[in-house]
């Protein structure tokens, strides 16, 4: 009797109401020219027509396992799930509404083959859905380069972060040996939103080989309602536990030489984007100091140098002019992080804010910090005597400061991000 071949790589997607991208999702995986993988699929109790579709694909292909949540736990759990029943030497993630590159596997496979390591990073296309897609890309994929010389977790985050290189901590476009998760006991975070912000430190400090391809094998989509695209109370809390569970990852771990210093400019990014929640959502976000978490992020807040946490917001000399020129007639374009930095910073400097505005302000929070944001265009009757602050990353500035000009603004000023103190 022939043996049975070892799987190579085991490929969990997690599912939940995604029946229109599904289809494209699976013939990805499944039109793969390498073919020794399996696929682990666990319906967490979907609503829609999810779950028939993957009856259809597990009645055809031998190599799909379906699982079924009994009722909907998340993301994390269902990857938790798989990766108890995961046979494969790797582990691959996919999310259900992303797609993958035909070739994916048979790079991989080439690379890890010749080259075993903890964890492969490789690179990804993003695809944006829904309103003004083309305006609203701002997220542009910082690229990796191949390097198949190992590194360990630790050295390659310190190095990235200490060279103001960004890191992604997304799952999905990573591979992991599935021995060093079990032997390290790694699992993702349950009932939290955004886990691989967590789960890419837990996995960085214990890695000990680390390796990286330019070839782009995966394909994010992003749209409009999804998790990573909006604002919420829950993204609140979750980013609250986040930051106080790596503190602990940071405290209890050996460092390496540099990672001190990666690891508060990680806490940073995220203690910023938790300031922006807080200012969408007030009343929502009362510090209980009860809980070990809120006690942690109330000594942060209250830091003296909580100021470090402003990364993009530094002004020259003729730029604060022209804005002291415009006191209380401020409009500020943008609510996001950086908008939020922008209004902390104008505020405790005495300049009193017009408003905050935004391009489409239905897939925006209703308000930011007591201000209430409004459409752009609402505000062309200002066009004259206001002066807009665009306060977007600047890789992002080009097609919303044509967009202010188009509609008549005369007074603008671009917020220089990469600039430094």
């Known amino acids: 009797m022939k ?104 790079v991989l496979e080439g690379v890890l083959g010749k080259n075993p390591a903890d964890i492969l ?89 680390v390796i990286f391809i330019e070839d782009s094998l995966y394909i994010y989509r992003r749209r409009d309602g999804s998790i990573t695209a909006g604002k919420s109370e829950k993204k609140l809390d979750s980013l609250v536990i986040i930051v106080s569970e790596i503190w602990s990852v940071w405290k209890s771990n050996q460092l390496e030489a540099g990672m001190d210093e990666a690891l508060k400019k990680y806490m940073d990014k995220w203690m910023a984007v938790i300031r922006t929640l807080i200012m969408c959502f007030p009343e929502h976000k009362e510090l209980e100091m009860g809980k070990p978490e809120d006690q942690f992020l109330f000594s942060l807040m209250q830091t003296p140098g909580k100021e470090h946490i402003m990364q993009y917001v530094h002004f020259n000399q003729d730029e604060w002019n022209i804005i002291k020129k415009f006191d209380k007639h401020i409009i500020i374009y943008g609510a996001g992080t950086v908008g ?34 409004r459409q752009i265009s609402e505000l062309i009757e200002y066009r004259n005597k206001a002066l807009v602050i665009v306060a977007i990353v600047k890789r992002n500035q080009k097609s919303v400061y044509q967009k202010l000009v188009d509609l008549g603004f005369e007074n603008i000023l671009l917020l220089d991000t990469d600039r430094k103190e």
């Open 340 to 373: 939020a930095e922008l209004i902390l910073y104008l505020e405790k400097r005495g300049i009193d804010i017009f408003g905050v505005a935004v391009s489409d302000k239905s897939v925006n929070t209703s308000q930011i910090a007591g201000y209430q944001i």
């Open 121 to 209: 990073n490789f690179n990804y296309d993003l695809k944006l859905e829904g309103i003004n897609a083309a305006e609203k890309n701002f997220y542009i994929n910082a690229r990796y380069t191949t390097d198949l010389s190992y590194k360990t977790g630790q050295e390659w985050f310190s190095s990235a972060l200490n060279n103001d290189f960004p890191i992604t901590p997304y799952a999905w476009n990573k591979v992991y040996k599935r021995t060093f998760l079990i032997q390290e006991k790694l699992k993702f975070y349950e009932g939290l939103l955004h886990e691989d912000i967590l789960f890419l430190v837990q996995s960085v400090m214990k890695a000990e080989k």
């Open 3 to 106: 043996k049975k071949e070892k799987i190579f790589f085991s490929i969990i997607v997690p599912i939940y109401n995604v029946e229109k991208y599904l289809d494209e999702c699976l013939k990805s995986i499944l039109s793969q020219s390498y073919r020794n993988f399996e696929v682990i699929c666990i319906n967490d109790a979907s609503t829609d027509n999810s779950y028939v579709i993957l009856s259809k694909y597990a009645d055809r292909y031998s190599q799909i396992k379906l699982i079924s949540n009994e009722m909907n736990e998340g993301l994390s759990y269902s990857r938790n799930r798989g990766m108890e029943i995961a046979e494969g030497d790797y582990i691959i993630f996919v999310d259900s509404d992303d797609y993958v590159s035909e070739k994916m596997l048979s």
